[in-house]
């Protein structure tokens, strides 16, 4: 029955688009959604309208109006409704709602800034093909900040795995314009899904914003932490000892080969300095990468005496992983989980070029990050752990 109503909806929807053209493309997408929606309940109470099944677990209660503001134009949509104590609602719509309202933020962000009333119009008008007033741009960005509070304060629980690293926006203070610091963690759960533990933005000092941010995270409920992998920003080591004592830090293996670069003396000795580094981090085993760092060490000795010192001193914090099996090291040694989220966070970012203030600047990078975790808690698993690792 379901797919025989699935062509039924399909063929009206074809033949409205092949008789209206693109001008009736919100009433074509109002019907899809709300046939989607109509599925999504039967899943729920596992069967279909009017089917007779001992599996059912609650019945349809009718549908309830809603409009909803898109960039096609207005959607029409009928909320399915269940009754008997099912707290049901469509996922489709939370996530849409969820879309529109981080648009509607942009457009929060322009008014902040100073951007007339005017020109926030009528740049909504452009982008979504709706109207929008101060107050309805004051209002989203109350309910956006709840949402996001929300998120950022969930319950934590044993994260085997996380990586921390900071990028800086700039955000207007005191009519000075100042470089902001971003931190975010991420982690690998028991289930061995990626997740987004947090956020913190602030201009404070370094080591404190860590400390604060790391124990914000301890006092949500993070906890069996395995190893934590960042690289050697400043304050971050003292302020992990501090809250988590336990854990074993990792050295971006990634960062570290950057960071090299600046103690090569000549431009073409990068190539072999880089190529001699991964040769070191993808020794079989520690005992093999301590003798292959002595071995390239005693290599530049002579003609880099500086790149040499630093090498000692600093490629050995990048070892950790090797007490990890092989099939999780390659993914856990680098940070590079987070590096893609910076691309991302940076690609939006870049579009307001200047915040007015932190909390703005926290509001835009949650709303991306919680998407994110999203997606990645839904998804694929990342890593299969050990028996003994999530215990």
């Known amino acids: 029955m379901t797919r025989k109503n699935n062509g039924n909806v399909m063929e009206e929807v074809l033949e409205l688009i092949c008789e209206n053209g693109l001008e009736c493309l919100d009433q074509a997408i109002s019907i899809l959604i709300n046939e989607a929606m109509k599925i999504e309940r039967s899943k729920v109470i596992q069967a279909d309208p009017y089917e007779r099944t001992e599996n059912r677990k609650g019945y349809g209660n009718g549908f309830k109006d809603k409009t909803l503001k898109s960039r096609i134009g207005k959607l029409k949509l009928k909320i399915p409704q269940v009754r008997d104590g099912i707290d049901f609602y469509p996922s489709s719509i ?3 709602e969820r879309s529109e309202r981080a648009l509607k933020l942009a457009v929060a962000e322009m008014y902040l800034k100073g951007v007339s009333t005017r020109k926030v119009t009528d740049v909504m008008e452009i ?3 709706f109207e929008v007033t101060s107050t309805q741009v004051s209002r989203a960005t109350e309910e956006l900040d709840e949402v996001l509070r929300k998120w950022r304060n969930r319950p ?3 994260t ?6 900071a990028t800086y926006e700039k955000v207007r203070v005191d009519g000075a314009v100042r470089s902001c610091a971003v931190l975010i963690a991420s982690g690998v759960n028991t289930d061995g899904k990626r997740m987004i533990l947090g956020v913190s933005v602030s201009m404070s000092e370094a080591e404190i914003h860590w400390r604060e941010f790391l124990l914000s995270l301890k006092n949500r409920g993070l906890h069996g932490i395995v190893m934590v992998t960042s690289d050697d920003h400043s304050g971050l080591k003292s ?3 501090s809250a988590f004592p336990g854990a ?8 570290l080969q950057r960071n090299a670069t600046q103690y090569v ?8 300095v880089a ?7 993808n020794a079989p085993n520690k005992d093999e990468a301590e003798r292959l760092l002595l071995l390239v060490a005693d290599k530049y000795r002579s003609k880099a005496s500086r790149l040499a010192v630093w090498m000692e001193e600093n490629i050995p914090d990048g070892f950790t992983c090797f007490e990890l099996p092989d099939s999780q090291r390659r993914r856990l040694r680098s940070t590079n989980m987070l590096e893609r989220i910076h691309k991302e966070v940076n690609r939006r970012t870049r579009v307001a070029t200047l915040f007015p203030n932190e909390a703005a600047l926290l509001r835009l990078v949650s709303a991306i990050l919680m998407e994110v975790s999203e997606e990645w808690e839904c998804g694929r698993k990342y890593l299969t752990l050990e028996v003994h690792q999530t215990q």
């Open 156 to 158: 934590l629980g044993r």
């Open 275 to 281: 190529k001699d580094i991964r040769m070191i981090f």
């Open 160 to 165: 085997p795995f996380v990586q921390l690293d």
């Open 94 to 96: 939370e996530r849409g």
């Open 239 to 241: 302020a992990l000892n």
């Open 248 to 255: 074993a830090w990792q050295r971006c293996q990634v960062h």
């Open 265 to 272: 003396p000549k431009k073409h000795m990068r190539e072999s």
């Open 127 to 129: 982008l979504c093909g």
